[in-house]
């Protein structure tokens, strides 16, 4: 399974942007949970959110009522749309296709980097 992440960027504080994770490489992706996790400068990686197979969504403290987590499994894409955007936001985001509750597959990253 190979994970292309894109979308990021550089935004203003209060802004928007959304992330996408394709996947291409094997039929995993619409029976797979998958997440995002980034990491900042001088910090551990640490999980944003995540999304079932089925579609239930799990989210971070710190991005609930911010971010949302979607998927559309016809396409094998995974989203991330991020609202009302932080300055501690910035990071590299990364996609991750999880295996036995564990994340197995790991795209490359995209950076968001917010401005105030």
């Known amino acids: 399974v190979q994970l292309q992440a894109s979308g990021g960027g550089l935004v203003q504080a209060g802004g928007s942007l959304r992330l996408s994770c394709a996947a291409s490489g094997g039929r995993m992706f619409s029976i797979s949970d998958m997440g995002w996790y980034c990491q900042a400068p001088g910090k551990e990686r640490e999980l944003v959110a995540t999304?079932?197979?089925?579609?239930?969504?799990n989210y971070a403290d710190s991005v609930k009522g911010r971010f949302t987590v979607s998927r559309d499994n016809a396409k094998k894409t995974m989203y991330l749309q991020m609202n009302s955007l932080k300055d501690e936001d910035t990071a590299v985001y990364y996609c991750?296709?999880?295996?036995?509750?564990?994340?197995?597959?790991w795209g490359q990253g995209t950076l968001v980097t917010v401005s105030s």
């Open positions: 999304i079932t197979s089925g579609g239930g969504t």
């Open positions: 991750t296709l999880i295996t036995y509750s564990e994340p197995r597959y």
